[in-house]
């Protein structure tokens, strides 16, 4: 199967939460079935991307680890493009989330935990950008993972798994993806 493909079918057969998370949903499975290129940032204005939250839990609690990214101005999770040799759209927010933090054994469920489509202004067509409709998953790390980030990446930290916890600045897609993450992790779809 195609990323293509398994991106389709990964959309077609989620249950979204809420109808907002249902529009978004409908939205990206008409890209993918208007754009054969729709998962490629070749595919402009707009194309899907992956990204992933990844958890840790530890005995005094479960953390997300957020990344500064310095392009965007804001704590966010890790995620990106997908590239052509990605086998899944989860297996692309996994290979994000290991390029980013540089944590060895982290595992994704490839369910979607959240929906994003947010603007980027520096990727797409020249003056305007384009837009990220954003498959988010969520990356269970070791409870004792560390971090190796490279000099050159954005700083990347840990913190309580608690919406009143994400530091400024950052948006309320993220808020929302870790209010979902706690609402999967305890139990619920």
Request: one cysteine or more.
């Amino acid at each position: 199967m195609s990323l293509h493909a398994d991106a389709r079918a990964t959309l077609a057969a989620w249950v979204a939460p809420n109808d907002a998370q249902e529009s978004l949903r409908t939205a990206f499975v008409d890209l993918l079935d208007q754009r054969p290129d729709a998962m490629l940032r070749s595919c402009e204005p707009d194309h899907l991307t992956g990204s992933a939250l990844i958890v840790r839990s530890r005995v005094d609690g479960d953390e997300a680890l957020l990344v500064f990214h310095s392009k965007a101005g804001k704590w966010l999770q890790t995620g990106g493009h997908c590239e052509p040799g990605d086998p899944t759209l989860a297996a692309a927010a996994l290979r994000e989330a290991r390029e980013e933090s540089g944590i060895a054994g982290l595992s994704v469920d490839p369910v979607p935990l959240h929906l994003s489509l947010h603007h980027v202004p520096f990727c797409g067509p020249k003056p305007d950008g384009g837009h990220h409709l954003d498959v988010q998953f969520l990356v269970h790390a070791p409870a004792d993972a560390a971090l190796a980030i490279a000099e050159h990446e954005d700083e990347a930290r840990w913190f309580p798994l608690d919406p009143d916890a994400v530091p400024e600045p950052t948006d309320q897609d993220v808020q929302a993806l870790i209010s979902a993450a706690r609402t999967r992790l305890r139990g619920n779809p």
